[in-house]
């Protein structure tokens, strides 16, 4: 059974897209809705899962969070492993999960996942390329097959389209962890 939540080979491409000063700052897009939350609820912990340059880390600077902030990302090992935490952050991250990891790694985020869960998700193709050729979008699916996706470990608190124009380009969750299985009684 493959645990696995990135192939090496996969992790050096991952490497060297990282060398760009300009990848890894989808956080900013997303912040002020993440603001938003923040000040609806109480929490002492955020794990950034796949962190990139841990923009996100600054940004929660900026408006005087003082929690704990534990980064996560393949890509800068010297961050640690995640830790479950009260708000679990996935920005911008899912889309560029391996398809064979994919299971793997949102199974890890229903763990890690305390209270909620905030999952900005891109439907669209990124961009960037891989120095292989292939889009940095390696999963380009539509809303529907991310939410079945979700919806299997997560309880759906909050779901907003990403528009531009009109368009969707994707989509951001807020989730809370599943307590109970479903009992239908005849």
């Given amino acids: 059974m493959n645990t696995s939540k990135i192939s090496p080979e996969y992790l050096k491409l991952q490497e ?3 060398e760009n000063p300009n990848y890894g700052h989808a956080n900013n897009f997303y912040f002020g809705v993440l603001e938003e939350l923040l000040e609806k609820i109480n929490v002492k912990s955020i794990c950034d899962y796949g962190a990139g340059k841990r923009g996100l880390e600054n940004n ?3 408006i005087g969070y003082n929690g704990e902030y534990h980064p996560y990302d393949p890509v800068f090992p010297e961050y640690g492993d995640p830790v479950s935490s009260d708000l ?3 920005i911008d ?3 560029h999960i391996e398809i064979d ?3 793997n790694v949102l199974d890890d985020l229903k763990n890690l996942t305390k209270r909620f869960g905030f999952f900005c998700i891109s439907t669209e193709p990124a961009k960037k390329i891989l120095s292989d050729g292939r889009n940095a979008h390696l999963i380009q ?3 529907s097959w991310w939410m079945l996706k979700i919806c299997e470990r997560f309880e759906l608190e909050s779901f907003n389209k990403i528009l531009d124009n009109g368009k969707s380009h994707g989509f951001w969750v807020i989730v809370k962890p599943k307590k109970h299985k479903v009992k239908i009684n005849s």
Wanted: glycine letters at 0%; a neutral charge; charged letters at 20%.
């Fill in 88 to 90: 679990l952050c996935c």
């Fill in 93 to 95: 991250v899912l889309e």
């Fill in 141 to 143: 699916a539509p809303i």
């Fill in 101 to 103: 990891c994919l299971d």
């Fill in 16 to 18: 060297n897209l990282h």
């Fill in 60 to 62: 929660l600077k900026k």
